[in-house]
């Protein structure tokens, strides 16, 4: 090639101009054409804010279904489901909504944190939504009754012992109790241990409290025997350990019932818990539907949802709601008592319907008990004497109005 056919005439680049100008407009037309074909979803009726749960898969699962079966019959009042925040709440998500002003219709909270939505302004009302209580689990192959106090109970760890595994199996037993003390539902159990609300500090402050310490000291006694209590148990931790058949007994809640029976392989049965100062718990946890816009939608799916028959869809995958009298005859009921009688039995003795916290600055005592979970129930090379950490937590407290 020469010189003279390198050479561009004006001719050439009319032509190389076209041909350009041709593929740009081809480009631009594509996606003008896709969109203009895809079809523009409606926007949902209302938006349901829900936290991701740590256990309840099968809870979860039944929810996402039952709004799917909702929104088919009523294609023009769909519900869109949020899942923000974790352990039964999304209240710090909620805030976050309402500070930008767009408020979903409606949202779960954790129930000991109602004052402090309350001290939002939002709420037109709350309703259960799901609710659970602390129970005693224990393996045994013969049905054995669970300890009813902590008597009986501190008497079965000098003689439990996991159920055999099967020869192909080499598993030692980690802890005789699987007792989760770390994190919301750690803390939680530890409230429901005491038998007493620990959102209110006595005359004096925590470090004075004649009823906590000791049962501060016990546990720490029970994580200090060997192969009693696991310290830094984990919610997700302590329920696999009694799977795999490592922890002959176990403390969680009753929503956790149902996944328990569907991935166990062994007999076990369940009571409620007990308690350290007698008597067995009715602590109820879980969280809280909160209603912040009324209208017809609203009001449709909430019909919906807490009608009969879709509530104990909801009850049977472990979400306990206050039973009504007319659903012990229902046929859902007697499936459920015939599937999972130990289960059937818990719900029906659940007795506790009210938040377990009145205090509105809740939230910010959460977060000091968390803290001292970490400190109080780690390993003893770790661990922060019981007196240190309640007066940290007095003088923190009292910096506010608490």
């Known amino acids: 090639m020469n010189l003279i056919e390198m050479r561009e005439t004006p001719r050439t680049r009319l032509k190389g101009f076209l041909s350009h100008l041709a593929l740009l407009t081809c480009l631009a037309a594509v996606p003008g054409a896709l969109a203009a074909s895809a079809p523009i979803p409606d926007p949902p009726a209302l938006r349901f804010l829900l936290p991701h749960a740590l256990f309840s898969q099968s809870g979860d699962q039944e929810l ?106 080499n598993r030692a037993t980690e802890a005789t109790l699987a007792l989760p003390l770390q994190g919301p539902l750690g803390l939680w159990m ?50 696999q350990a009694f799977l795999d058949r490592r922890s002959p007994m176990l403390v969680t809640s009753l929503d956790s019932l149902p996944y328990l029976s569907s991935q166990s392989t062994f007999r076990w049965n369940a009571g409620l818990l007990p308690v350290f100062s007698g008597g067995t718990s009715q602590l109820v946890g879980g969280s809280t539907l909160v209603v912040t816009r009324e209208s017809p939608e609203v009001k449709q799916f909430l019909d ?56 509105p600055d809740v939230v910010r005592a959460h977060s000091e008990w968390l803290q001292a979970l970490r400190l109080l129930f780690t390993d003893a090379s770790r661990r922060v004497p019981a007196d240190t950490v309640l007066t940290q937590m007095d003088t923190h407290l009292s910096l506010g109005k608490y």
């Open 190 to 239: 530890f409230e429901a241990l005491s038998g007493k609300e620990l959102w209110r500090r006595e005359t004096g402050g925590l470090r004075t409290n004649r009823e906590l310490k000791p049962l501060i000291a016990e546990l720490q006694h029970l994580i200090d025997s060997p192969q009693v209590l696991r310290p830094e148990e984990t919610w997700e931790r302590a329920i």
């Open 64 to 169: 996402k279904t039952l709004v799917e079966e909702y929104n088919r019959a009523h294609p023009k009042g769909k519900v869109e489901l949020l899942f923000r925040g974790e352990n039964f709440s999304s209240l710090k998500e909620l805030v976050a909504f309402h500070l930008a002003g767009d408020l979903p219709e409606l949202a779960a909270v954790e129930t000991s944190e109602l004052p402090a939505v309350a001290r939002m302004g939002i709420t037109r009302r709350t309703l259960p939504f799901r609710r659970s209580l602390p129970v005693l689990v224990r393996a045994d192959e013969t049905g054995a009754a669970v300890p009813g106090t902590w008597a009986t109970l501190l008497n079965a760890f000098q003689r439990s012992s996991a159920p055999a595994p099967s020869p192909s199996e």
């Open 304 to 359: 919906y949802l807490y009608s009969r028959k879709v509530a104990m869809r909801w009850v049977a995958q472990g979400n306990f709601l206050p039973l009504e009298p007319g659903w012990v005859r229902s046929p859902e009921w007697k499936k459920l008592v015939h599937a999972m009688p130990v289960y059937a039995r818990l719900v029906a003795q659940a007795k506790g319907t009210q938040p377990r916290s009145t205090d």
